[in-house]
């Protein structure tokens, strides 16, 4: 368990986390994303129970330590992209 908790600290003070976050925070300036947030049952965290969208793919990166940072948010710009924008 303490492995997973240093490779999450790793990855979120890492060139590609810190990178990660600089384009996740690129799309929620930018209207033509989906990028509202979602319903996060863990209230201790999110009192209004709703997960902001960076948090959420930040998370995901962190956990998921075999995936390609670049390739994630690539397929994640084309899967929230807006079809009215």
């Known amino acids: 368990m303490a492995q997973s908790i240093k ?4 990855f979120l003070e890492s ?3 810190i990178e990660a976050r600089e384009i996740l925070e ?11 947030s979602t319903y996060s049952s863990n209230a ?3 009192p209004d129970n709703l ?3 960076i948090d959420k793919h930040m998370d995901y990166m962190c956990t998921h330590t075999e995936l390609n940072p670049r ?3 690539s397929n994640l710009r ?3 992209r807006s079809r009215n924008g």
């Open 7 to 10: 490779r999450r600290t790793d």
């Open 15 to 17: 060139q590609a986390g």
């Open 26 to 36: 690129q799309m929620v300036s930018d209207s033509s994303y989906n990028t509202a």
């Open 44 to 46: 201790d965290l999110y």
């Open 51 to 53: 997960m902001p969208f």
């Open 71 to 73: 390739l994630y948010l």
């Open 78 to 80: 084309l899967m929230s």
